[in-house]
Structures are given as structure tokens and as C-alpha cells.
């Protein structure tokens, strides 16, 4: 008679949430026990190919347990767990990222920088786990004083158009205070070689939305800033930032273009940086984070 192992039949490149159905992995079950006390326990496969795997290999990077008031995030290390334990008050940036298949989860603390590769089949695991976050990871609000960005009629790309308005519908206090359109990088502010190949190359500034609700910074863009000539352009990514993180922002003139300005946000240990136009009128909000 055949055995079956249940593990590797249901194994693929997903992120399961843990239930009776999908338990623990063998090799976190002594670690990561109180699941019956989370919000919510997910495991997270290895980057492998399933006819790379067998039975009896230990399949999973990561188990995170999200309760309360904190995390356990349970990291394998050859046949061993480390055990890490955050409060959610721990984390000064999310970054979620998209393009096609490929999904990106990156949580920023001051002691580690967690990056969490995944499918997108699970990204409605990985918006769950975002939204337990974001509900828990910002404690004071703060009064801005922002202005209300609105685009003018097909100045932001249907897409981004859209996103905005769901976001304005699904959380009315979240105000859009700056945006960037698709902008053609043409001759200005820069060298006449430069000149030369960016009329050769077509390269042009991505869109982003930026909201806050004097609570959280939200950053929405395609995940890089630039875009060239044939080159596609299916990413998206999200940045949130709890607003009580950020140590100040700078917007200083960009070294390669002078008609473009980086917009330097620091929060934690890191810097997170934004590219605008000089001539966007709503870039100057952001002086009202400091």
C-alpha cells in the first residue's frame, strides 16, 4: 500500500493560511504551536519548483503567527527555526509590490528587513496580512493641514485614475494630496548626449498617487521609476508609511536631471524616495511632514 503525504499533495508555489487542512509544517510544529490563538497563521512555501520537491523535505521558509497585538514570524534556516517576535508598532514601512506572477511582501523594522517572495495566486492571503498591519501599526494622528490634489480631466492614465477613486470610496478620509502623471523626459536639464538618448529611448517618469489621513503615508506606483522605450510596465506597488515614523522629508533637486526632484522620506533606518517633476505644484505638500 501506497502512503500518502498530504504536505507534498498540496504543496505548490501558494501560500496556504494554516487550518486542519494544511497544519503546520513538521519542522515548526515544536515552535509555532498557539495558532489556535492567532488572527490569522499562514505558512510560506520555498522558492522551488514542485517536481524539485519530494516527500519528507522540509517545504516551507516561513510560518507567521499574527495575533493581537504583535507577530511571530518563524524563519527556517537549513533544519532549524529562528523565532522572531514584533510589535506591530515595530514596523515603519510596508512595501507591497506586483508584477504578473510575481508578488513582493516587505516588512521594515529597525532589527530586520523581512522580504517575502510570493505568487500572486496568494495575494488575497497577502492583503489580509497587510490590512491586519496597517489597522495596528500607527497609533497618533496627526492634523497635516494637506490640500486636496485633484488631476485635471485625463491628466492621470485610466488606471491610476481608477485606483484613486477606489481609494477615495473605500476610504473617504484618505485624501490625495500629490500625484504624478506620465511624463515624457525630454531635453531639459540634462547633457546633449543625454539629450540624444532619451529621445532614442522614449524614457518617461512613471505615475504615483500619494494619500494620507494624517495617520499613514500611502505611496502608490509602478515599483520603478522609469519607463523605456518596448519596455512593459505591469508592476504596481504600494508603500505605507505610519505618518508618527517619518523623521523628515527633503525634496532636493535630482543629480541626473534637473527637471526632475527626488522627495527623500525617512522613516526608521531607511529613505524612501520618490521622483517628481520640478514643475508639480503638489510636491510641495510634503514640507508639511516636518
Given at each position: 500500500?501506497?502512503?500518502?503525504?498530504?504536505?507534498?499533495d498540496?504543496?505548490?508555489?501558494?501560500i496556504?493560511?494554516?487550518?486542519?487542512l494544511?497544519?503546520?509544517?513538521?519542522?515548526?510544529?515544536?515552535?509555532?504551536?498557539?495558532?489556535d490563538?492567532?488572527?490569522?497563521?499562514?505558512k510560506?512555501?520555498?522558492?522551488i519548483e514542485?517536481?524539485?520537491?519530494?516527500?519528507?523535505m522540509?517545504?516551507?521558509?516561513?510560518?507567521?503567527n499574527m495575533y493581537?497585538?504583535?507577530?511571530?514570524?518563524?524563519r527556517?534556516?537549513?533544519?532549524?527555526?529562528i523565532?522572531?517576535?514584533?510589535?506591530?508598532?515595530?514596523?515603519?514601512?510596508?512595501?507591497?509590490s506586483?508584477?504578473?506572477?510575481?508578488?513582493?511582501?516587505?516588512?521594515f523594522t529597525?532589527?530586520?528587513t523581512?522580504?517575502?517572495?510570493?505568487n500572486t495566486v496568494?495575494?488575497?492571503v497577502?492583503k489580509?496580512?497587510v490590512?491586519?498591519?496597517?489597522?495596528?501599526?500607527?497609533?497618533e494622528?496627526?492634523?497635516?493641514?494637506?490640500s486636496?490634489?485633484?488631476?485635471a480631466?485625463?491628466?492621470?492614465?485610466f488606471?491610476?485614475?481608477?485606483l484613486?477613486?477606489?481609494e477615495?470610496?473605500?476610504?473617504?478620509?484618505?485624501?490625495l494630496?500629490?500625484?504624478?502623471?506620465r511624463t515624457?523626459?525630454?531635453?531639459?536639464?540634462?547633457?546633449?548626449?543625454?539629450?540624444?538618448?532619451?529621445?532614442?529611448?522614449k524614457k518617461?517618469l512613471?505615475?504615483?498617487?500619494h494619500f494620507?489621513?494624517g495617520r499613514?503615508?500611502?505611496t502608490?506606483?509602478k515599483?520603478?521609476?522609469?519607463?523605456?522605450?518596448?519596455?512593459?510596465d505591469?508592476?504596481?506597488?504600494?508603500?505605507?508609511i505610519?505618518?508618527e515614523k517619518?523623521g523628515?522629508?527633503e525634496?532636493?533637486?535630482?543629480?541626473s536631471?534637473?527637471?526632475?526632484?527626488?522627495?527623500?522620506?525617512?522613516a526608521?533606518?531607511e529613505?524612501?524616495?520618490?521622483l517628481?517633476?520640478?514643475a508639480?505644484?503638489?510636491?510641495?505638500?510634503?514640507?508639511?511632514?516636518?
Open positions: 500500500m501506497i502512503m500518502r503525504n498530504a504536505e507534498y498540496r504543496f505548490g508555489p501558494w496556504l493560511e494554516i487550518t486542519d494544511d497544519p503546520l509544517p513538521p519542522l515548526f510544529t515544536e515552535h509555532a504551536a498557539k495558532v490563538k492567532t488572527l490569522m497563521s499562514i510560506i512555501p520555498r522558492p514542485r517536481r524539485t520537491a519530494s516527500p519528507g522540509n517545504l516551507y521558509d516561513y510560518v507567521l493581537e497585538d504583535n507577530f511571530d514570524i518563524f527556517r534556516e537549513d533544519d532549524s527555526v523565532k522572531d517576535n514584533f510589535k506591530y508598532t515595530d514596523i515603519f514601512c510596508i512595501k507591497h506586483v508584477v504578473l506572477l510575481n508578488g513582493t511582501l516587505t516588512l529597525k532589527e530586520y523581512y522580504k517575502f517572495n510570493y496568494s495575494n488575497d497577502i489580509r496580512i490590512g491586519i498591519i496597517r489597522e495596528r501599526y500607527a497609533k494622528k496627526k492634523n497635516l493641514n494637506l486636496e490634489a485633484v488631476p480631466e485625463n491628466e492621470l492614465n488606471y491610476f485614475t481608477n484613486a477613486e477606489n477615495k470610496r473605500e476610504n473617504p478620509e484618505n485624501l494630496f500629490a500625484y504624478q502623471p515624457r523626459l525630454t531635453s531639459i536639464g540634462t547633457s546633449g548626449i543625454k539629450k540624444f538618448f532619451n529621445l532614442i529611448i518617461q512613471f505615475e504615483s498617487i494620507c489621513d499613514e503615508l500611502q502608490t506606483g515599483g520603478r521609476d522609469f519607463k523605456y522605450i518596448a519596455q512593459t505591469y508592476g504596481k506597488e504600494d508603500c505605507y505610519p505618518v517619518i523628515r522629508v525634496i532636493i533637486a535630482n543629480k536631471n534637473s527637471s526632475l526632484m527626488n522627495c527623500r522620506i525617512e526608521g533606518d529613505i524612501f524616495t520618490t517628481m517633476t520640478a508639480n505644484q503638489t510636491l510641495s505638500q510634503y514640507s508639511k511632514f516636518n
